[in-house]
């Protein structure tokens, strides 16, 4: 269909219990990127990512996820695999953006589901992404992994955690005929801690793949994106994670530092990170583009 010219991708599915970590650099010179993965203290692995550069009508693309699973790691790979070669070849990918993500999202989610019909157990992720389309950078989120700036040397949320003792998602909720209660926290009849989601079947009604979605100028001013799974946001705030790696120019250093904290701090979950780093004297004239494979590192989080 003449949609990708040209594509650069990396897409986290390990399943040992090595934390992976890697990065790259974009064609044009305009921004680097890298991430960190760790199953940290969990023995089974449900969080996955990717990283990816493609070329769309001429335009250099960064397109990059944080995917965190729960019921299980079917729904996370199955959106790392599918979202974005979804979002990249709807007609409206570069002409009406914003329209073409919510489309995504919610494609994506309807193919998974068709997909679970004979599965026993229900399986849902969250997704945060990120889209670099020039100089527009639009961040979409279901569920509670997070995206977070860094603007002027200021922490940024630039998505929202869905949970459903939110004021608008319990009242989306109820007024869907579902009910949000407290078992340990607050969770979609009594069993989901996220409001929105991929997958998730049974509750499907109530737990929607929706996805807001937050645009920013790529400018001077914005130096860098975190995206990452709970499994930093619960010990790490928004405010640390960016003043932690502020100093850090390679942005997969960046990515291993944010993780290594995490798990030093206790977190109890899977911890994926990315990191994109924005290159203001990027040599415009600068010609090919680079990726460091994913590699195993040893280390105490195993």
């Known amino acids: 269909m003449g949609y990708l010219n040209s594509v650069l991708s990396t897409s986290g599915t390990q399943v040992d219990d090595a934390p992976v970590s890697g990065g790259g650099l974009s064609q044009n010179g305009k921004f680097s990127y890298g991430y960190a993965s760790s199953p940290g203290k969990r023995s089974s692995m449900e969080d996955f990512y990717e990283t990816r550069i493609d070329g769309v009508e001429g335009e250099i693309v960064g397109l990059f996820g944080v995917f965190d699973g729960h019921g299980g790691a079917r729904a996370a790979e199955y959106v790392k695999q599918n979202l974005f070669s979804n979002l990249i070849r709807h007609p409206k990918f570069i002409s009406d953006t914003k329209s073409a993500i919510a489309d995504a999202y919610n494609h994506t989610d309807s193919e998974f589901l068709k997909s679970e019909n004979t599965q026993n157990r229900d399986a849902g992720s969250t997704a945060s992404t990120a889209i ?3 100089d527009r950078l639009l961040v979409a989120n279901v569920g509670d992994s997070r995206a977070v700036i860094c603007r002027g040397g200021n922490a940024i949320a630039v998505s929202r955690d869905h949970k459903p003792d939110q004021t608008d998602e319990r009242q989306r909720i109820e007024d869907a005929g579902g009910f949000v209660m407290w078992a340990g926290t607050w969770r979609v009849g009594g ?11 049974l509750l499907k009604q109530y737990v929607v793949a929706d996805p807001e979605i937050q645009e920013e100028v790529v400018d001077s001013s914005l130096e860098f994106l975190i995206l990452a799974s709970d499994g930093l946001w619960d010990v790490v ?7 932690m790696i502020k100093p850090i120019e390679d942005p997969e250093q960046a990515a291993k530092r944010l993780m290594q904290e995490a798990y030093q701090r206790g977190s109890a ?5 990315v990191v994109v780093r924005f290159l203001a004297t990027a040599n415009q004239g600068q010609g090919g583009s680079s990726a460091r ?10």
Do not use: K, Q, Y
């Open 237 to 243: 705030t928004n405010e640390e994670a960016v003043s």
């Open 132 to 134: 670099l389309v020039g």
């Open 293 to 302: 494979p994913s590699t195993a590192h040893n280390s105490s989080s195993g």
């Open 191 to 201: 069993v989901l801690a996220v409001s929105r989601a991929f997958g998730d079947r």
């Open 269 to 273: 979950d899977n911890i994926t990170c």
